[in-house]
């Protein structure tokens, strides 16, 4: 079974809201967390020249396959996680231009609509094994 590991922006509410909703969901668990601000979220920017100063992107990270940002990270989420979430893929009819627009211009409001955090979230004992840092 495929693994995926979902980096975020740890101080962003609407994030954290949404790796929640995930944990609830993974039935089969398949994914694994990161914070973007963690020595792995930076890590995984730095190798491969991606912009670490912004946290404005979800990335969905297939190790040792590829990995995607914006609206294409946030589809593939819901087709792993399987019906009804899925059906969102009917999205993946538009080009990633145009859906990441719709994106970005949530990402650019979401500490506006939903607020931040001082610092990452720390996971329950419970959780910690779906954490990396």
């Given at each position: ?63 040792g396959r590829a990995y995607y940002t914006k609206s294409t990270a946030t ?59």
């Open positions: 079974m495929k693994t995926y590991i979902v980096l975020f922006d740890g101080v962003c509410n609407l994030c954290n809201s949404t790796v929640q909703f995930i944990l609830k969901k993974d039935k089969k668990d398949q994914f694994k967390f990161s914070s973007l601000q963690s020595d792995f979220g930076q890590n995984f920017l730095q190798e491969r020249g991606l912009r670490q100063e912004k946290f404005d992107s979800v990335i969905l990270y297939e190790p589809l593939k989420i819901a087709q792993t996680l399987g019906f009804p979430y899925n059906l969102l893929t009917f999205f993946t009819v538009f080009p990633a231009p145009v859906r990441d627009i719709v994106y970005g211009f949530i990402a650019k409001n979401r500490y506006k609509w939903f607020g931040k955090k001082e610092s990452c979230m720390i996971p329950t004992p419970e959780l910690n094994e779906k954490f990396l840092s």
